[in-house]
């Protein structure tokens, strides 16, 4: 048994997006609350929250993830951008409370050039601001790691875990662990002993606690090409036996996973989702 999903359309009304996840085959699904490429929201409406409590308690399905919007970037060292992006958390947790959803996936933005270090900073600091602004303490914000890009904060362990080391509410942060990311990254997740180490890793300065979503994404880029494009599960640079060693190791068995994969005529989201039953040997 694996519990596994996909990215779900909230169109017409949020509470659509439970059915849509059943169609699709969902055991667990993510969404974005509102439109991901702008920084307004139109505040959630009592009747569509209600619809979709209600509907997802009918439906057995969960955990529901919600995600960021696209724009907003909690290492950046402009303090116009960066205001409006502990703003965007603080609301989306906000909205995640409202609408009884667990989890929140944000990504940890880009330093634009002021270091490593500044950047880890900077997040440390929206995450602590917005988690105390928000009230939300049925909601577990989690880091999602980053492709390796220039100027990209959180791409490898050590640094997710010097930021998780700064949240003062502990109990309410967590990781989302993207392989599409990692690999790109440079964490060799072709191989069994390449799985093992990352994972080790990740209990080693984290904890496997910690680790509550895997964004399963095979990618398009070679190892550490630091190129954040995803591909259909098997079909990249990780290929099927790759991902046989993810999806068969014990700090994985049991996560929600969630396939972020493309939208083309190769391979719809039922599809990736059969994959992945097939190659966790289910």
């Known amino acids: 048994m694996v519990l596994v999903g996909c990215h779900i359309s909230i169109a017409g009304s949020i509470d659509r997006a439970v059915g849509r996840a059943r169609e ?8 974005f609350s509102r439109n991901p490429r702008g920084w307004k ?14 509907a997802l308690d009918a439906s057995g399905l969960g955990p529901v993830v919600d995600h960021m919007p696209y724009l907003p970037n909690p290492a950046s060292p402009d303090d116009e951008i960066y205001e409006k992006s ?24 880009h330093h634009r050039g002021a270091g ?7 997040v440390i600091a929206a995450a602590n601001r917005a988690l105390a602004a928000a009230g939300a303490d049925g909601v577990t914000l989690l880091l999602e790691n980053t492709a390796g890009e ?41 191989t069994a002993e390449g799985v093992d180490a990352l994972f080790g890793e990740i209990d080693d300065l984290i904890g496997l606690s910690n680790l509550r979503i895997i ?23 990780i290929g099927e036996e790759g991902f046989r060693h993810i999806l068969r190791h014990p700090a994985v068995r049991s996560l929600p996973l969630i396939c972020e994969t493309p939208v083309d ?3 719809g989201d039922g599809g990736n989702i059969a994959k992945v039953r097939e190659l966790a040997g289910v």
């Open 116 to 122: 490593t270090e500044g950047g880890q900073e900077r």
């Open 215 to 237: 964004h399963l994404n095979d990618c398009k880029g070679d190892l550490g090409s630091g190129l954040d494009r995803h591909e259909h599960i098997g079909l990249g640079s």
């Open 86 to 109: 502990v703003a965007a958390l603080t609301n989306e947790l906000q909205r995640c409370d409202l609408l009884g959803i667990p989890y929140l996936v944000t990504h940890l933005g």
């Open 24 to 31: 699709a085959g969902c055991e667990t699904f993510q969404i």
């Open 265 to 267: 005529e190769r391979r």
């Open 41 to 54: 929201a139109k505040d959630l409406e009592p009747g569509p929250v209600d619809a979709f409590r209600k």
């Open 150 to 190: 220039k100027n990209s904060v959180g791409s490898t362990v050590a640094d997710l875990a010097r930021i998780v080391d700064g949240i003062d509410e502990r109990g309410e942060i967590g990781l989302c662990f993207d392989t599409c990311h990692a690999f790109a990254a440079g964490y060799d997740l072709r």
